[in-house]
């Protein structure tokens, strides 16, 4: 791995969005190699803005990108992998039910695929959101014919894999 770009897409996350950014900005010292993150605030009624705000002040790798309104997870998303600059992407949820050094546990597997997919085994969602995940699980798998697991999670991916397709909601 030559550089990395970690995506960050945040809606809400005030409690929560210095610790990932810290986090992502840790772990990218620690991979010695270029690294940016990447945060959309995606519209949060919170304090998710002002908190960035402050954030880039101190971390120069840190690139905020900013919804007035939320455009919801899919647009922003797609806006992410579009304005990553690096050769690889991670993402990683503004709400810190993955941390980035999850990282770690997809690095294994760099040389071997172009696009890993994590599982997120201990959710902290609440009732409703869990009930829609496991819809969505079982949904997927079914309509795709592929074996895959929380889809929604964290992805380690080839950006030049993005950069070659264009994505529709």
Do not use: C
């Not at 172009?114 to 599982?119: A, N, P, R, V």
């Amino acid at each position: 791995m030559k550089s990395l770009s970690f995506l960050i897409p945040a809606y809400n996350d005030g409690s929560t969005i210095a610790t990932q950014v810290a986090g992502a900005y840790a772990e990218g010292n620690k991979l010695g190699i270029p690294f940016e993150i990447i945060v959309i605030n995606d519209g949060s009624g919170d304090q998710t803005g002002q908190i960035l705000a402050k954030l880039a002040k101190h971390f120069r790798q840190l690139r905020v990108l900013t919804h007035m309104a939320n455009k919801g997870y899919g647009a922003t998303i797609k806006e992410l992998y579009y304005a990553a600059n690096k050769e690889w992407l991670f993402t990683i949820p503004g709400d810190y039910q993955v941390q980035a050094k999850e990282l770690y546990k997809l690095l294994p597997q760099e040389k071997n695929a172009d696009i890993i997919l994590g599982w997120r085994t201990d959710r902290q969602d609440t009732g409703i959101r869990q009930h829609q995940s496991q819809i969505y699980n079982w949904l997927i798998p079914l309509l795709f014919h592929t074996k895959t697991h929380d889809i929604n999670s964290v992805r380690l991916m080839k950006s030049n894999i993005m950069k070659s397709i264009t994505l529709q909601g």
